[in-house]
């Protein structure tokens, strides 16, 4: 069958009748079947009803007709399918509801074949969860693809699908595009469908998307599926098809980070793309000022992510209790998140009232930045995708996460803080963009050693998806983009 470019061309394919639904769906499952035993990538499926599906449904001048996805198995539930999140409790789960998101993804043309690979509920920023097991980097398997989009972008790096269903609450849409030489777009909170179970995903710090091959796939999935939520809490007026579509961009004042957050030099790699990504901005006429730091606080942030997370993660557990009719125990989840659970037992409501609004300040502070500044580049992850285990905690941390519940509510969060460390040190820039609300898109602009791609991430003031489209449409035209498929 003909390798198409991207979701785009596959679905106008389907509706000049040049190939069917039913074609799409066998090669697709095919390709899943000869790659995925290598990438475990793929959590569930439901061959048949695509099947059915591709045989029954009509297409007619839907966007994306008859283009093949999976879904993310985590926040984006389908009646009747596997719902597990990574977890171990929730091996033998199944969605009782279908999310606004999936609907809007049906509604649009797409067959949903099954569920892709995450870490348990989302916490890490590789995919490795003790219930489904790790994620393979297409290209090396000893590396792995990231997360908690790991196995969305697996698919893709290895050809199985042209575009992948994503979420993203910390980075986890642009950490596997980074390591996996994708598009990956995080819109600004409120741009996407949420519902029915939760309109405010991580207190709205978490939003859906998709990963991509293309610029014009990443504008027509945004385009079709943004909505204007007012019975949500974030509502945000439509981008219109002209802001979109339109590849004109005027001169644009650019800021680039030129240090990591504490104040250390980038690795050679790292301010070689940045470098080479300045230097072609300005031949296309846009102004570039390189920062020693961020405008806020980066640690401050990061301990009210965590505390948030926290907080969310317990409430989260009192909801599992209350349908299980029983105390969840160590043994119900992998010890990060038994942490993560005991930290956010006894933290306080007025702490929590207090870390919102900051939450609040932190994007005033942003929406002054980008006032004086169009756009804000940094790394998207200082480094290519990791080693399998290279980011594990040593054991003496282990051993004290395992008890966590006998340490104090200050102690637990600075265990978990703790926790996260090497991993942060690899994306200490991506969960600014899901506090504020901002939308921020990394591109594939580097590859380390001919073959590992980096990426470099770029956002605008909240609301400006049209602008880092823009810009991306400028590298991908000018054949900038390095990617592995």
Aim: charged content about 20%; aromatic content about 8%; proline content about 5%.
């Amino acid at each position: 069958m003909k390798t198409f470019k991207d979701a785009t061309e596959m679905a106008h394919a389907v509706r000049t009748h040049r190939v069917t639904p039913l074609e799409l769906v066998e090669e697709t499952i095919a390709q899943a079947n000869k790659h995925n035993p290598n990438l475990n990538a793929i959590v569930s499926r439901r061959y048949e009803e695509a099947r059915e599906e591709a045989r029954t449904r009509d297409f007619s001048n839907l966007p994306f007709a008859g283009v093949p996805i999976f879904i993310k198995d985590l926040g984006q539930s389908l009646t009747g399918s596997l719902a597990t999140s990574g977890s171990v409790l929730f091996q033998k789960n199944y969605a009782r509801v279908t999310s606004r998101y999936v609907q809007k993804l049906q509604d649009l043309g797409f067959i949903i074949l099954g569920t892709t690979n995450v870490p348990e509920f989302g916490f890490k920023n590789i995919s490795d969860s003790k219930a489904n097991g790790a994620v393979n980097l297409p290209f090396d398997l000893s590396r792995n693809a990231g997360g908690s989009s790991g196995g969305a972008a697996a698919l893709m790096t290895s050809g199985i699908t042209v575009i992948s269903a994503a979420s993203d609450g910390g980075g986890s849409i642009r950490i596997p595009a980074s390591f996996n030489g994708l598009i990956g777009l995080k819109p600004s909170r409120g741009r996407i469908p949420t519902g029915p179970d939760s309109y405010r995903g991580w207190q709205g710090a978490s939003v859906h998307f998709a990963l991509t091959k293309s610029v014009r796939d990443t504008k027509t999935f945004l385009f079709h599926m943004q909505e204007c939520q007012f019975e949500g809490p974030f509502p945000l007026p439509l981008l219109s098809e002209d802001a979109l579509f339109n590849t004109k961009t005027s001169s644009l004042t650019i800021a680039i980070l030129s240090k990591e957050v504490d104040g250390r030099p980038f690795s050679d790699e790292v301010n070689r793309a940045l470098e080479e990504t300045a230097n072609f901005l300005e031949k296309k006429g846009h102004t570039i000022t390189w920062l020693a730091s961020l405008p806020l606080d980066m640690d401050a942030l990061i301990d009210s992510y965590y505390f948030m997370n926290a907080a969310e993660t317990a409430a989260m557990f009192d909801d599992i209790k209350q349908a299980l009719g029983r105390s969840l125990t160590k043994n119900d989840m992998e010890t990060m998140t038994w942490a993560i659970y005991q930290a956010g037992q006894n933290l306080k409501a007025k702490d929590y009232s207090k870390v919102i609004s900051e939450w609040d300040l932190y994007s005033a502070c942003m929406a002054r930045f980008h006032k004086e500044y169009d756009l804000l580049i940094t790394p998207t992850t200082h480094d290519i995708a990791p080693k399998h285990g290279q980011l594990d905690s040593d054991s003496d941390l282990m051993a004290k996460l395992a008890q966590a519940e006998s340490y104090t509510s200050k102690e637990q969060l600075q265990l978990v803080k703790e926790m996260f460390k090497k991993g942060l040190a690899l994306n200490p820039y991506t969960p600014l963009a899901n506090l504020t609300g901002q939308p921020a898109i990394t591109l594939p602009l580097s590859l380390v050693n001919h073959n590992y791609p980096l990426g470099i991430q770029f956002m605008a003031a909240k609301g400006r998806e049209d602008l880092l489209l823009q810009v991306a449409s400028l590298f991908e035209e000018a054949g900038r983009f390095k990617m592995k498929i």
